[in-house]
């Protein structure tokens, strides 16, 4: 299921959010977990299951009608599972009534095969 991040998780959200291709370098991923930590327009949610936290989707929100998913990544012992598209469509359901969903450049080629599997 998806949880809300909190700060005592900050460490394995970071694991996470290492696997994405641009947060590869320490700086820019502390500024990244700062934006979900300190931005109220920044939501950061893991993905749990029993007491794992194995996956990260971080959504930013743009406007009154507008969100953009900006991260999305798996532990990589646990890809190939649907947590990725299960996460997309939890994103989905929380989301979709209120703001037109959109993904960033990095996450739109697994969103776009997602969505035709939802
Ligand atoms: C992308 C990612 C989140 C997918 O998570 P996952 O839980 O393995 O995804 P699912 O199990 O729901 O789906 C797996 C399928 O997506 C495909 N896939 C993986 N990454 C993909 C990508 N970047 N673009 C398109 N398809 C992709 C897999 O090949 C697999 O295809 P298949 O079902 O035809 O075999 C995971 O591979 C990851 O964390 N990658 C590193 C982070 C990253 O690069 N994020 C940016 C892309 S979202």
């Known amino acids: 299921m998806l949880i809300r991040f909190k700060r005592n998780l900050e460490k394995i959200a970071m694991g996470l959010l290492s696997f994405m291709p641009e947060e590869k370098d320490v700086k820019k991923l502390q500024e990244t977990i700062r934006e979900y930590e300190e931005n109220d327009g920044w939501h950061l949610h893991l993905w749990k299951e029993d007491d794992d936290v194995l996956g990260a989707v971080g959504v930013q929100i743009m406007n009154d009608n507008q969100l953009v998913i900006k991260h999305l990544t798996v532990n990589p ?4 599972q649907g947590i990725g598209s299960r996460m997309i469509a939890e994103i989905h359901r929380i989301y979709s009534d209120k703001y037109n969903i ?4 990095s996450v739109k080629a697994f969103y776009e095969k997602s969505l035709d599997a939802l």
């Open 77 to 80: 012992s646990h890809r190939d």
């Open 102 to 105: 959109v993904p960033a450049e």
